[in-house]
Each structure stands twice: as structure tokens, then as C-alpha cells.
């Protein structure tokens, strides 16, 4: 028991730090599944892309609509960042927009981890 709340004040403290240091909320569970889907696709994470990762990766189906409204919540907290495509003909000469996680993205994945690590590290296991 003193294991865990040991583990608990430290992962409370991280926590405090890095929502103090990045002025930061925690992250809801689709923030976390599509800055996880950006990494996992590198250089070729944009919109349609993004919304097939999270959708092999959830077993569901998602607008895109949500999808987009999450990016553009995740660009104004500075979670990711954006790049313009090169014109591409096969899109009528737009863009694609790419996304890319930036350090502070990258932290939050790490804090909603240890959050994560920490909660399932205590609890018993689930019998068959």
C-alpha cells in the first residue's frame, strides 16, 4: 500500500510540474489517440490519413468533422504543428496539410504514459 501511494505523490507531483511548467490540461482520450496516430505516421500524417489511423486503431468509425475540430484544438494548444504540402494535381492543385507533434506534444503523450503506467501498475490482475 505504501508502494502506491508513494508512486501515486510522484506521479501527482510530475504531474503538477509538468501542467505548472507547460501551463497545460490533460489531454482527452481521442488528443491522445490521434497524437499517438501523428507519430505513428511521421511525415505522412495529414487529415485523411490521421482519420484512418484512428479509426483501424479505435475499431470505429469517426467524422471527419472530429477529427479536424481535435487538430484544430491540438494547433492552438502547440500539441502539433502544421506544414503545407507541396500543390499536388490529383487535389485540383491544393495542398495537403501535414501535421507533426512538437516538444510539447510529445510531453503530453509521455505524462497521459506515466499516468497510464501508474494507475495499471497497482491494479490486481483480472482473472479468466
Known sequence: MNFFIEKRNLFVQLTYTYIKREKMR???RIEEIILL?????QDNAYGITILEEVKKATGKSWL???IYASLGRLLKRGLVESIEGEPTAERGGRRKIYYKLTPEGQQALLA???LNDIIWSSIPPFKS
Open 64 to 66: 471527419t468533422g472530429s
Open 37 to 41: 496516430s501523428i507519430w505513428r505516421l
Open 112 to 114: 497521459v504514459k506515466r
Open 26 to 28: 490533460m489531454i482527452s
